[in-house]
């Protein structure tokens, strides 16, 4: 559970982490959800992330890397579900937690670049919605990810999330390859080298059953079957 929301742990992660304070969060869903999404990425949120989360989510279900806890407040489970909250910045768990109007949530203040404890157990569905894009490279540690959440997806879960790929990959735009270089050059996104190949190779090493596709900027996947 969360401790402390004012201290933010100095880990692999903050940098991206760090730009979500408590003024950021209050705009977060217009800027980063609304406008960006749709005018740099081409990936609207009502349209196409929204209803692929709302497809994939479960009622055991870990949330990573929460924002400020839109698409669960939007996702029709119930009210009583067991969710668990993990982000390195306790701002956004908070927020979550404010917004769902649910102060007893299990919440992880953790660094997913580094293993989940294993008490935490495992889930129907674990989602990284908007997360990859906001870890610092190198990329092989973001397939870390992908390959160590599988110790903690039932046999019948699923794992899904949706990430902002490098200006190199997906079908970028001249307006989303400058404002991925801006974002990258402040340290608030690390994806310059991130491909779909790079991830969907590394989901087919872990995951038997496949599926991604990509909107605009943005890689949307999932994954189950894992492979232990």
């Not at 749709?38 to 279900?61: D, E, I, N």
């Not at 993990?86 to 007893?104: I, S, V």
């Not at 590394?202 to 596709?213: I, M, T």
Request: aromatic share 8%; hydrophobic share 40%; glycine share 8%.
């Amino acid at each position: 559970m969360v401790k402390n929301p004012e201290l933010l742990p100095k880990k692999d992660g903050a940098p991206g982490a760090a730009a979500y304070n408590n003024v950021a969060l209050l705009i977060y869903d217009y800027l980063v959800l609304k406008f960006m999404s749709y005018f740099f990425w081409r990936c609207s949120t009502t349209q196409v992330t929204l209803p692929f989360f709302r497809s994939h989510v479960r009622r055991t279900h870990l949330d990573i890397g929460v924002g400020t806890g839109y698409f669960l407040q939007h996702s029709h489970l119930a009210p009583d579900a067991p969710i668990t909250l993990c982000d390195l910045n306790a701002n956004c768990l908070e927020k979550t937690k404010e917004r769902l109007g649910r102060p007893d949530l299990d919440c992880l203040h953790h660094d997913i670049l580094e293993p989940l404890p294993e008490s935490v157990g495992s889930f129907d569905s674990i989602s990284l919605m908007f997360l990859l894009h906001c870890l610092p490279p190198p990329q092989k540690r973001k397939c870390q990810v992908l390959c160590m959440l599988k110790h903690h997806l039932k046999p019948d879960g699923v794992l899904f999330g949706c990430t902002v790929l490098g200006p190199n990959s997906g079908d970028q735009t001249r307006l989303s390859k400058l404002a991925l270089r801006r974002i990258n050059g402040k340290g608030r996104m690390g994806n310059l080298e991130d491909t779909e190949e790079l991830f969907v190779e590394a989901l087919r090493k872990n995951y038997g059953d496949v599926e991604s596709q990509v909107v605009g900027s943005m890689l949307l996947f999932s994954a189950r079957k894992p492979i232990l």
